[in-house]
């Protein structure tokens, strides 16, 4: 009973201290809604962007790679990265 007990204090400080975030973060997320989204976009301009995502289907690959990041360069000036992924590697 007493291993059983303690086995569940260990699991629970290892929850806490995973929900847990520091100050920086606090203040980093806080700055980020503060901004106008002009001020968003004129920091984000000439950056690279990657979305990791299921590489499974041709379709998609190609909506990313023939609209979407055509679209993200010409409107934001992002260059757009797709990552394709395994579902083995996704649901890790």
Known sequence: MRKVLYLM?????????????????KQNFSSVTKKSWANIESKAENTKVRIFMWGG???????MDEWVSPKLKEKYNLTLERVPMDTGEILQ
Request: glycine share 8%.
């Open 57 to 63: 289907d041709e379709g998609i690959n190609q909506y």
């Open 9 to 25: 204090i260990v699991i629970l400080m290892f929850l806490l201290a995973a929900c847990g975030s520091d100050e920086k973060e």
